[in-house]
């Protein structure tokens, strides 16, 4: 079986996502990886190193320069006649990708894959992550979109892969970009990929207490911060730091979860840490069903003095 693999990035540099979906794609077969942007020789080039990548398609137009999914995918689905299966992550950009390219194939996409468990047979998750679905397409051609935390990433050194260039209609003239707004993080971790993430909840009040609590210990641990939805929704900080069901998909080794009740939603975004630690007044708070280290406190007693005593 062979395999196309959409590769996530800024035109500069690639995404880590990506990385696992070279991954869940090597388990099916060859994979090629499609670089489609502007100016993106740098790009192709590192994707060509990635372990086990074989080819590198690259798309180099000012069409694919903003990664529009009206432009990206009817080219990815152009190139789909050569391949068996399409594999994007699911992130943002993935998510707005793959529903398209499956729909000009005439296809049922998979979404979310946690394994690979045959040649067209995938898992799942439903229900919130409550259950996990195993499922197995008829189609004949596959479109599937890749949880990052479910696979290991691919090194990004080691492969030899040739680069070739390709093209395809180009712009679609049906949308446009307007602008990008990026939520600074400053030094710290990009959420997806973090190790440790500190997370603050509602219970935080306001953008200037959730500052003043999370932030500093967030850099004494060299964290990347993240909110609980309710914490998004009450403006205390920008919606790329929302973890959960409809936001993203984080699996850090450490997860601190402070005044965070533990909705099914949130918990659907975080569960998979390897430690989970959570710090919340309500004793009964459901959080505590999955956290490895739990502690009943006032936060704005035991944030600070937590803080404090990391040096």
């Known amino acids: 079986m062979n395999t196309l693999v959409l590769v996530e990035h800024d035109n500069s540099s690639v995404n880590d996502?990506?990385?696992?979906?070279?991954?869940?794609?090597?388990?099916?077969?060859?994979?090629?990886a499609l670089v489609a942007g502007?100016?993106?020789?740098s790009v192709a080039e590192a994707a060509a190193k990635i372990a086990g990548v074989a080819k590198v398609l690259k798309a180099d137009d000012a069409a694919y320069g903003d990664f529009l999914a009206e432009n990206v995918a009817p080219l990815a689905a152009g190139l789909m006649e050569d391949y068996d299966a399409f594999l994007a992550p699911a992130t943002t950009s993935g998510k707005n990708i793959a529903p398209r390219v499956a729909a000009h194939l005439d296809v049922m996409q998979i979404s979310d894959i946690l394994s690979v468990e045959g040649g067209k047979t995938f898992t799942r998750p439903i229900y919130a992550g409550n259950a996990i679905a195993t499922v197995e397409s008829s189609d004949p051609k596959l479109v599937i979109t890749v949880?990052?935390?479910?696979?290991?990433?691919?090194?990004?050194?080691?492969?030899s892969a040739t680069i070739e260039d390709t093209s395809g209609a180009g712009d679609a003239g049906i949308s446009s970009f307007v602008s990008r707004e990026v939520a600074d993080?400053?030094?710290?971790?990009?959420?997806?990929?973090?190790?440790?993430?500190?997370?603050?909840g509602r219970a935080l009040k306001d953008s200037e207490t959730f500052a003043q609590?999370?932030?500093?210990?967030?850099?004494?641990?060299g964290a990347a911060i993240g909110a609980s939805r309710a914490?998004?929704?009450?403006?205390?900080?920008?919606?790329?730091?929302?973890?959960?069901?409809?936001?993203?998909?984080?699996?850090?080794?450490?997860?601190?979860?402070?005044?965070?009740?533990?909705?099914?939603?949130?918990?659907?975004?975080?569960?998979?840490?390897?430690?989970?630690?959570?710090?919340?007044?309500?004793?009964?708070?459901?959080?505590?069903?999955?956290?490895?280290?739990?502690?009943?406190?006032?936060?704005?007693n035991a944030v600070p003095e937590l803080t404090g005593a990391l040096g």
Not at 185 to 199: C, F, N
């Open 213 to 221: 609590v999370i932030n500093p210990l967030a850099d004494k641990l």
């Open 38 to 41: 502007h100016n993106c020789g």
């Open 17 to 32: 996502a990506t990385l696992a979906v070279v991954t869940a794609a090597s388990k099916l077969g060859e994979v090629h």
């Open 185 to 200: 993080g400053g030094d710290r971790p990009e959420l997806a990929s973090a190790k440790i993430i500190v997370s603050g």
């Open 231 to 300: 914490a998004v929704d009450a403006g205390y900080v920008p919606n790329d730091y929302q973890v959960g069901q409809t936001g993203k998909i984080v699996a850090p080794d450490v997860y601190i979860a402070i005044g965070i009740s533990g909705a099914i939603q949130h918990l659907a975004g975080m569960k998979d840490s390897k430690v989970i630690i959570a710090i919340n007044k309500d004793e009964d708070a459901p959080i505590f069903q999955v956290a490895d280290i739990g502690l009943v406190a006032d936060l704005y």
């Open 147 to 159: 949880r990052g935390t479910a696979f290991d990433k691919a090194a990004t050194e080691g492969g």
